[in-house]
């Protein structure tokens, strides 16, 4: 497990901000490299075939790896699906991973984001089109806690969880923390 910085990847100690950056996610937390590991394509086999119980596992093992930390006054929460997309796989890979968190934390899940535009699929574009793909998908639904564990299974470029983290922070969310299994 690492604690990083969102924009340079730079490891920071949990709970500090990146010196050279400021960002609208206070840190990363994730576990391993995509491109190093061995994980990714069972990640993706998981995702793609619904085996949805190898979510909730590493949910639970994530928790255990990082119930040490201090969560105090946090909520998790998770990257959405649109609905269509949802009822092809039958189920959100994020939230998955958040219930099996949950169940080691104890903390209470924040679902009140919804995806509401279809967009491409980001592992299929470039960094370019990554950027604007995703631009006004998202919308928050309720007023969201101060803070947020914000989960979703892989960071690639960010800009997933940046577009979720500008809609949590335009409707009140102060501090963000994204937490991934790869990065």
């Known amino acids: 497990m690492s604690f990083n910085c969102f924009i340079c990847g ?3 100690s949990f709970g500090e901000r990146c010196q050279n950056h400021s960002s609208l996610i206070k840190g ?3 576990f391993g490299i995509y491109e190093e590991s061995k994980l990714k394509e069972k990640i993706i086999f998981a ?3 619904g085996y949805r ?12 790896k990082i119930k040490d930390l201090d969560f105090k006054g946090y909520f998790l929460t998770y990257v959405p699906l649109h609905r269509k997309k949802y009822f092809q796989r ?3 890979q994020a939230e998955v991973l958040a219930l099996g968190i949950k169940n080691v934390l104890g903390l209470e899940i924040f679902p009140y984001i919804e995806k509401i535009r279809e967009t491409k699929d980001q592992s299929e574009l ?3 089109e990554r950027k604007n793909n995703l631009k006004d998908a998202f919308r928050v639904t309720k007023k969201p806690p101060e803070k947020l564990i914000l989960v979703d ?4 470029s960010g800009t997933t969880l940046k577009e979720v ?6 409707e009140g969310t102060k501090e963000i923390i994204a937490l991934t299994i790869l990065r």
């Not at 119980?53 to 255990?64: R, T």
């Not at 299974?153 to 690639?156: A, E, L, Y």
């Open 28 to 30: 990363l937390i994730s």
């Open 90 to 92: 039958g189920f959100n």
């Open 126 to 128: 470039s960094l370019e």
């Open 10 to 12: 730079k490891r920071i």
């Open 47 to 49: 995702k793609n075939e």
């Open 53 to 64: 119980e190898v979510f909730f596992d590493l949910g639970k093992k994530i928790g255990e």
């Open 165 to 170: 983290s500008k809609e949590l922070k335009k």
């Open 153 to 156: 299974d892989i960071k690639t």
